[in-house]
């Protein structure tokens, strides 16, 4: 691929692209969506729409907040198999979430998610890191068990549950759009943050790309690695713990849309931070659509993690034959 | 500029006059261990080539990152141009010092080009817009190193000689006044070790740059450079003209084995006999 400056013109053009491409898709999953349910009255059709929006909106937040919170993960930890889920964040997120639901406060749940997604960060991190260096293998495999220990954890809680509470629990986990009542105070949150999170990724796309180097190459050119590396694990984890609240943990967004990301524009963060945001609002629109065309089938609605973790598992491996065996050997 | 902080220091070296990079009593150590540098003290004029030798473990690339300001000294000071180091925001530092790392991996596939440009790092602004310029300065970069042929490639494809021609020209692109280079010809051929040391010899006389460059190669080093300065445990032990700091009772006790010193007729620098000791 070719390299081209990059301008702010260039960059302008770009954000309004991507922001087109999220708009028709949204208005085409609100409106095509919406026409699944029948309606007889004009109250009706504005009633299924305002749902439709309701839920196309927690989509674009939650995958936009998602694939932002991947990509950042991606280039600070300088792997390209990580990922909030995968790490074992959205677990993180996930079991302070309900620990808060079912024993303290509802209104606190989504800070006490946040809280676990930010312990969750420090552990994998500390876990990986030896002599200042993350080791891939190692950075994975804490993932893994880590989420193994949530899994038993909210496990436990489940069953210490009331059982009419338990259903909400396991339907929660799944990683569902609009399963709960209304929800827009959490929308608006988490919408402003992942925007807030988008403004400073995009300041930080230089950092980005020079940590992906090497951590001495980006401090030589004058970037401040070790604020650069709090600031964003601080701010990832926050996007991370606010989607999870709205939409539970929903795992691979952060690991598809970087990817699909680099291979249409390289590897260049100060163009995969504007294309992720978006990006990663329209994959998730585009996944709740397709869950709602199967429920329109007249089947049973069908969970949007479910769909994402059906394509989000191959992909895994499919990065895991290429990228990750072009980055062992480079090493 | 300096600053009058009552240090006499300051009033003695003004920022015009003076050695280009002055480096007084610094001590750094990792931890708690034994300190990598032990009151290590040296002078660089401008428009140098100095090579800093010393056998393993005695400081040298701990020394290039504390002049890079990626470590801070316990104790000690560094000038630049008359300024200490850590009075430069990080990012004029970086206008004025490029830093070679030995480790020249990418891991996101990033091409030739691209690496390069991150070398306009510290000149462009907050979201990393590029101008005309900063591409004028990276395709010069390229064409000083010889690594225009390659431009589009991806880093990851490159040979080890090629990789680190492309390093040094995210230096230059940086157009800075001073270049670091740590072991630049380490895991180099013969061939590609003189391409490199060239290169730097022709950066010094064309570019007006001064060149800070750590090695293990001791002829190959008294034979570009115009200045040596040997270290052992931390500390500059010797310093001056490779005729001067190549002689076997300097090297021999840093070493701690026996070395035996030639020159060469034709120009008229020392080298090493690589004789096995007795």
């Not at chain 2, 115009?226 to 010797?238: F, T």
Request: aromatic share 8%; with cysteine.
């Amino acid at each position: 691929m070719r390299v081209r400056p990059f301008t702010s013109r260039g960059y302008v053009g770009g954000i309004l692209v991507g922001f087109g491409v999220w708009a028709v898709v949204a208005a085409v999953a609100v409106g095509i969506g919406g026409r699944l349910w029948a309606w007889d009255s004009v109250a009706q059709m504005r009633n299924v729409l305002a749902l439709r929006l309701e839920w196309v909106m927690t989509a674009s937040v939650v995958g936009a907040a998602l694939a932002l919170a991947g990509l950042a993960f991606q280039a600070l930890l300088r792997n390209p198999l990580a990922e909030p889920y995968i790490l074992g964040v959205s677990g993180g997120a996930g079991l302070g979430f309900i620990l808060c639901q079912l024993f303290l406060s509802v209104v606190l749940a989504p800070l006490l998610g946040f809280a676990g997604a930010l312990a969750t960060v420090v552990i994998v991190y500390t876990v990986a890191q030896r002599r200042g260096r993350i080791e891939p293998y190692t950075l994975l495999l804490s993932g893994v068990i880590i989420n193994a220990v949530y899994g038993a954890a909210i496990m436990l809680l489940t069953a210490l549950a009331r059982p009419e509470q338990r259903g909400d629990i396991a339907v929660w986990m799944m990683g569902n759009i609009g399963a709960f009542g209304p929800q827009w105070p959490l929308i608006v949150i988490v919408g402003a943050l992942a925007a807030g999170v988008a403004a400073l990724f995009a300041l930080f796309a230089k950092g980005f790309n020079l940590v992906a180097v090497g951590e001495d190459t980006a401090g030589a050119l004058g970037v401040n690695v070790g604020r650069l590396r709090l600031v964003t694990f601080v701010a990832a984890s926050l996007v991370t713990g606010a989607s999870v609240a709205l939409a539970g943990p929903i795992g691979f967004v952060g690991l598809i849309c970087p990817h699909l990301m680099r291979m249409l524009l390289g590897p260049d963060h100060r163009r995969l931070v504007p294309a992720t945001l978006f990006f990663g609002a329209t994959f998730l629109v585009l996944a709740d659509f397709a869950a709602c065309l199967w429920e329109g089938a007249g089947n049973r609605a069908l969970p949007v993690g479910v769909l994402t973790a059906m394509c989000g598992g191959p992909f895994f491996i499919y990065l895991l034959r290429t990228r990750w065996r072009r980055m062992m050997e480079t090493r | 500029m300096a600053q009058d902080d009552g240090n006499p220091l300051t009033a003695a070296v003004p920022p015009a006059g003076g050695p280009y990079l002055a480096v007084r009593d610094i001590v750094f150590a990792y931890g708690r261990g034994t300190p990598a540098l032990n009151g290590l003290s040296m002078e660089i004029g401008r428009g140098r080539l100095v090579t800093v030798l010393g056998p393993n473990g005695s400081g040298k690339t701990t020394l290039l990152r504390v002049l890079v300001g990626l470590l801070a000294p316990a104790a000690g000071e560094v000038r630049l141009a008359g300024v200490r180091l850590d009075q430069y925001p990080r990012g004029a530092l970086a206008r004025r010092v490029a830093y070679v790392p030995q480790d020249t991996h990418s891991a996101l596939g990033f091409t030739v080009l691209e690496t390069v440009l991150m070398g306009r790092s510290p000149h462009t602004g907050a979201l990393g817009f590029e101008a005309s310029g900063d591409w004028l300065a990276a395709r010069e970069a390229l064409r000083m190193t010889g690594t225009e042929p390659f431009a589009e490639r991806s880093l990851d494809e490159l040979s080890g000689g090629e990789r680190q021609r492309v390093v040094i020209a995210r230096a230059l692109a940086q157009a800075p006044e001073l270049i670091l280079l740590d072991e630049p010809t380490a895991f180099l051929d013969i061939k590609h070790q003189h391409a490199i040391y060239g290169l730097l010899r022709r950066l010094v006389r064309e570019g007006n740059l001064t060149v800070l460059c750590v090695s293990h190669d001791l002829s190959l080093a008294a034979a570009y450079a115009d200045d040596l300065a040997l270290l052992d445990a931390g500390r500059v032990v010797a310093t001056g003209r490779p005729g001067d700091v190549l002689r076997p009772e300097v090297l021999s006790p840093v070493y701690d084995t026996p070395i035996e010193v030639r020159t060469d007729e034709a120009t008229g620098r020392p080298y090493l006999l690589p004789r096995p000791p007795a």
